[in-house]
Structure formats: structure tokens, C-alpha cells
């Protein structure tokens, strides 16, 4: 059609394109900042005030997919989360096991529902909100240390 510099631009920025998206998914992990740590953490209703470092980031699975960061925090966030997660009307210390939601939770409808409690290392919030038939739901857990001032964030979706 007579177009040929046209075609090889376009042929270019497309493949240019393409290898960009493949290395993002390549590189999330690299690509994690501290606005993003925000961004998760704001979803649950947690607020950092002061600086804080990202101490690990990882992500992974296809069909069980899973996001898990930690964070190194202040000694005051720290304090105030524990408050916060204690402070709370739905919070148990009676808990012993790693996860607490109950099991015979129906996975795709009901209310969403949030659970606080303190187990023997951590003090934790988990959210949980079914998404419908057939779609995964979203469960959340944040866990801070008891011996440190570590936060992790797990977001998991089987």
C-alpha cells in the first residue's frame, strides 16, 4: 500500500511493547516500591506515618497465586498497629494456629469479614470477601512481630 516506513514503526513500537509487558512480569518483584506497600496497606485500612524499608517482596504461582512483602517499621507504627489491631471490636487472644479464619467459610458469597488476634509470635489482621461464583476471593493477612518491628503483608488467592 505503500506505507512501508509506516509498517516498520508500527511493527516496532508493537515488539517494543511486548517485551516491556513480558519484562514487568519478569521483574514485579523488582519493580515493588513504597508507594505500592501504601497502596496494599491503605486497602486494609493500615497507615504507616513513619519512613519504613522494604525488607522482602515476593510473588508467584499461576493458578495459586500469592503476594507476600515485609517490611522493616518504626517503633511508634508499630505500637499504634498493635493498638489498632487490639483495640478492635472483633479481637481474640485465644488463637494458636498460623491461620484463623474458619474453614467452612463458604468461598463465594456471604459478607466480607475481617478477624484481629494475637497468637504466640504475632498480632494479625485477616480479611476475607468472597468475589462471587467460580472467582477466587480475596484474603489478606497482616501480621506484626512480637520480637521485631516487622510487618508482612500476604495476599493469597487459590
Same mark, same amino acid.
Given at each position: 500500500?505503500?506505507? +512501508?516506513k509506516l509498517g516498520i514503526r508500527i511493527s516496532r513500537a508493537l515488539t517494543v511493547g511486548v517485551i516491556l509487558l513480558a %519484562?514487568?512480569?519478569?521483574?514485579?518483584?523488582?519493580?515493588?516500591?513504597?508507594?505500592?506497600?501504601?497502596?496494599?496497606l491503605r486497602e486494609q485500612g493500615i497507615e504507616l506515618n513513619d519512613s519504613f524499608k522494604i %525488607?522482602?517482596?515476593?510473588?508467584?504461582?499461576? +493458578?495459586?497465586?500469592?503476594?507476600?512483602?515485609? %517490611?522493616?517499621?518504626?517503633?511508634?507504627?508499630?505500637?499504634? %498497629?498493635?493498638?489498632?489491631?487490639?483495640?478492635?471490636?472483633n479481637f481474640t487472644d485465644t488463637v494458636s494456629t498460623y491461620f484463623y479464619l474458619p474453614e467452612n467459610k463458604n468461598r463465594y458469597s456471604g459478607e466480607a469479614i475481617t478477624v484481629n488476634y494475637e497468637n504466640l509470635g504475632e498480632f494479625k489482621t485477616e480479611y476475607y470477601k468472597p468475589n462471587g461464583q467460580g472467582i477466587a476471593p480475596t484474603y489478606r493477612i497482616i501480621s506484626i512481630s512480637k520480637t521485631e518491628n516487622k510487618l508482612t503483608f500476604e495476599d493469597i488467592i487459590d
Amino acid at each position: 500500500m505503500g506505507k +512501508r516506513k509506516l509498517g516498520i514503526r508500527i511493527s516496532r513500537a508493537l515488539t517494543v511493547g511486548v517485551i516491556l509487558l513480558a %519484562l514487568t512480569f519478569i521483574f514485579d518483584d523488582f519493580l515493588f516500591f513504597k508507594w505500592n506497600a501504601k497502596k496494599h496497606l491503605r486497602e486494609q485500612g493500615i497507615e504507616l506515618n513513619d519512613s519504613f524499608k522494604i %525488607l522482602n517482596n515476593e510473588s508467584g504461582g499461576i +493458578r495459586d497465586y500469592y503476594h507476600k512483602f515485609e %517490611l522493616q517499621i518504626s517503633d511508634s507504627d508499630k505500637k499504634k %498497629l498493635i493498638e489498632q489491631i487490639k483495640s478492635a471490636e472483633n479481637f481474640t487472644d485465644t488463637v494458636s494456629t498460623y491461620f484463623y479464619l474458619p474453614e467452612n467459610k463458604n468461598r463465594y458469597s456471604g459478607e466480607a469479614i475481617t478477624v484481629n488476634y494475637e497468637n504466640l509470635g504475632e498480632f494479625k489482621t485477616e480479611y476475607y470477601k468472597p468475589n462471587g461464583q467460580g472467582i477466587a476471593p480475596t484474603y489478606r493477612i497482616i501480621s506484626i512481630s512480637k520480637t521485631e518491628n516487622k510487618l508482612t503483608f500476604e495476599d493469597i488467592i487459590d
